[in-house]
């Protein structure tokens, strides 16, 4: 028997609406869920639904297109990038949902320097998010200089924590292990699988960034459970997912010729796979604990 919710992205490609996604979500057994935001999305409609069902809104993924302007020295750029963040806050607040997830740098090829003046920012940040009431889970993306940069200098900050993608770390992060870097900070996930860095020569796009469902990929899983039952983790496991390939990429194919009601009920049946290991792992533990 498993002890944690298992959630998934809900913005599957599709021509159905979200709160049509939300109903497929629930009926194959998923108790949670997270959206991207942007301003023309009804966010409070997803959270109604949500109630209807008895799912859980687990997070809203902010925006990041602009998230690297927080580094540099344009401050009407920044201002901007700054607001859509805090507008993104306040639709959390507003529909009762405690997490938001947030990159902290985009871009492969630039990297400013990390500078105070952006940090002062992510801290101004933390404190609307204070003001909110809702915490800031930073994902591991390109560019962990940054996430290092923020977390550790907000590492007693309550409103700060990490959020992990496995996808993520396996190409964006060439894979280090950021769970024993960050773990204990760990505020949510994102689970999904990959084929590592496709360039023979190491050089890193978010082409690589495939977002496979688990076991489809070259991931280890159960090396991924006994490093987040290291972490002491118990939240939700959530699982964020893409049912089509990637511009150039052939993998996620399979995937789309699936009905919605087929990709999500395979994915579940991922989820528990990994849930089942999960706690799996917790229980040999605990008997080796003596």
Same mark, same amino acid.
């Given at each position: 028997m498993?002890n944690?919710?298992?959630g998934?992205?809900?913005?599957v490609?599709? #021509?159905?609406?979200?709160?049509?996604?939300?109903?497929?979500?629930?009926?194959v057994?998923f108790e949670?869920?997270?959206?991207?935001?942007?301003?023309d999305? !009804?966010?409070a409609?997803?959270?109604?639904?949500?109630?209807?069902?008895?799912?859980?809104y687990?997070? /809203?993924?902010?925006?990041y297109?602009?998230?690297?302007?927080l580094?540099?020295q344009?401050?009407?750029?920044?201002?901007?990038?700054a607001?859509?963040?805090k507008a993104c806050?306040?639709?959390?607040?507003?529909?009762?949902?405690?997490?938001m997830?947030?990159?902290?740098?985009?871009?492969?090829d630039e990297h400013?320097?990390?500078?105070?003046? =952006?940090l002062?920012?992510?801290?101004?940040l /933390?404190?609307?998010?204070?003001?909110?009431?809702?915490?800031?889970a930073?994902e591991?993306?390109?560019? #962990?200089?940054?996430?290092?940069a923020?977390?550790g200098?907000f590492?007693?900050?309550?409103?700060?924590?990490?959020?992990?993608?496995?996808?993520h770390? +396996?190409?964006?992060?060439?894979?280090?292990?950021?769970l024993?870097?960050?773990g204990?900070?760990l505020?949510g996930?994102?689970?999904?699988?990959? /084929?590592?860095?496709?360039?023979f020569?190491?050089?890193?796009?978010?082409?690589d960034?495939?977002?496979?469902l688990?076991?489809?990929?070259?991931g280890?899983?159960?090396?991924?459970a006994e490093?987040?039952?290291?972490?002491g983790? !118990?939240?939700?496991?959530?699982?964020?997912?893409?049912n089509h390939?990637?511009? =150039?990429?052939?993998e996620?194919?399979k995937y789309?010729? +699936?009905?919605?009601?087929e990709y999500?009920?395979?994915a579940?049946?991922?989820?528990?796979?990994?849930?089942a290991?999960?706690?799996?792992v917790?229980?040999?533990? +605990?008997?080796?604990? =003596?």
């Amino acid at each position: 028997m498993r002890n944690q919710k298992l959630g998934v992205c809900a913005d599957v490609r599709t #021509e159905k609406s979200t709160t049509e996604i939300l109903e497929i979500i629930s009926e194959v057994g998923f108790e949670a869920f997270f959206t991207g935001w942007s301003p023309d999305r !009804d966010i409070a409609a997803y959270a109604k639904k949500a109630r209807e069902l008895g799912l859980e809104y687990q997070s /809203l993924h902010a925006p990041y297109s602009r998230i690297a302007s927080l580094w540099r020295q344009d401050r009407v750029a920044a201002d901007a990038a700054a607001a859509e963040l805090k507008a993104c806050l306040a639709d959390c607040a507003r529909n009762e949902i405690g997490l938001m997830i947030s990159h902290v740098y985009i871009g492969f090829d630039e990297h400013p320097p990390v500078s105070q003046e =952006g940090l002062d920012r992510f801290g101004a940040l /933390l404190r609307a998010a204070e003001d909110y009431g809702v915490r800031i889970a930073f994902e591991n993306t390109e560019g #962990e200089e940054f996430l290092d940069a923020v977390l550790g200098a907000f590492r007693d900050d309550p409103y700060a924590g990490f959020c992990w993608d496995a996808g993520h770390e +396996m190409c964006y992060n060439f894979s280090r292990d950021l769970l024993s870097d960050h773990g204990d900070r760990l505020l949510g996930t994102h689970l999904n699988d990959n /084929l590592g860095v496709r360039d023979f020569g190491g050089k890193i796009t978010w082409h690589d960034d495939l977002h496979l469902l688990p076991y489809d990929g070259i991931g280890d899983w159960r090396y991924n459970a006994e490093r987040l039952n290291a972490c002491g983790y !118990d939240g939700i496991l959530t699982f964020e997912l893409n049912n089509h390939s990637k511009p =150039g990429r052939v993998e996620n194919e399979k995937y789309a010729r +699936m009905s919605e009601r087929e990709y999500l009920t395979e994915a579940y049946v991922r989820a528990c796979r990994f849930a089942a290991e999960l706690q799996y792992v917790k229980q040999r533990a +605990m008997r080796e604990k =003596g």
